[in-house]
């Protein structure tokens, strides 16, 4: 079963614009974890979030983590074209350190 | 440093057939992870070996099953394919055990079953 699960399943934008994504998870959680995917390619690790940690930063991403709400959300600013991909949120619950991914948002940037 | 290596990226096989996956993790990565990528269950994992141990593992058959070797290079076994088992296997890689780790992925193997 997944523990995460992204929102929305799809977004379209254009070049310059920010993206936002939510992640929901359902129990306590470690750490939460966000992977970008190109078509065809493995999975690249874009930022991990501690359940200690409300704010990070890295580049043009912004990742907030709200333990109250079990919910993470994933900004990216002034998008480009090279930003269209799927991003997945990973959890691992407190109990079990094993990965869980959501089921992902694919972006797609317009030129 | 090199990445991730996966072989082979592609594979066709019959029901009934058995396959083996190969993954050479990042050099001193000692923590192997394995995926299951589908259109319809997304990113499921497998299991994890660490230091030649199996660690953890995901909710699947008796079917799939995997080894690591001293040289931190693991292997994926499935036997007796069934045409479910299309998909797109990935192999990550991190320094140590841990959901603080950041996982790095091979590009995958996309398993075909006819």
């Known amino acids: 079963s997944q523990q995460g699960e992204e929102d929305p399943q799809a977004l379209s934008i254009q070049e310059g614009e920010n993206a936002t994504m939510n992640c929901s998870y359902k129990?306590?959680?470690?750490?939460l974890q966000w992977y970008r995917q190109n078509s065809g390619r493995g999975l690249v690790h874009l930022i991990l979030i501690r359940s200690n940690e409300r704010e990070k930063h890295s580049g043009r991403l912004r990742v907030t983590l709200d333990t109250s709400k079990k919910s993470s959300s994933l900004l990216i600013t002034a998008s480009r074209a090279a930003d269209t991909a799927s991003y997945f949120c990973a959890t691992d619950a407190r109990a079990d350190y094993k990965l869980s991914f959501g089921a992902g948002t694919t972006v797609t940037v317009r030129a | 440093k090199a990445g991730v290596t996966q072989t082979p990226r592609y594979l066709i096989k019959t029901r009934g057939q058995q396959v083996t996956l190969s993954c050479s993790p990042i050099?001193?990565?000692?923590?192997v992870s394995w995926y299951q990528q589908t259109p319809g269950q997304g990113l499921q994992f497998l299991f994890e070996y660490f230091s030649e141990t199996q660690r953890n593992k995901g909710n699947f058959p008796g079917r799939f099953s995997g080894r690591q070797f001293s040289n931190s290079r693991s292997e994926m076994n499935v036997s007796t394919l069934e045409l479910g088992d299309s998909a797109l296997y990935l192999c990550?890689?991190?320094?140590?055990?841990?959901?603080?780790?950041?996982?790095?992925f091979g590009d995958g193997t996309r398993l075909s079953i006819l």
């Open positions: 050099s001193g990565h000692r923590s």
């Open positions: 129990t306590s959680i470690n750490n």
């Open positions: 990550a890689s991190s320094l140590v055990t841990g959901s603080n780790q950041p996982q790095h």
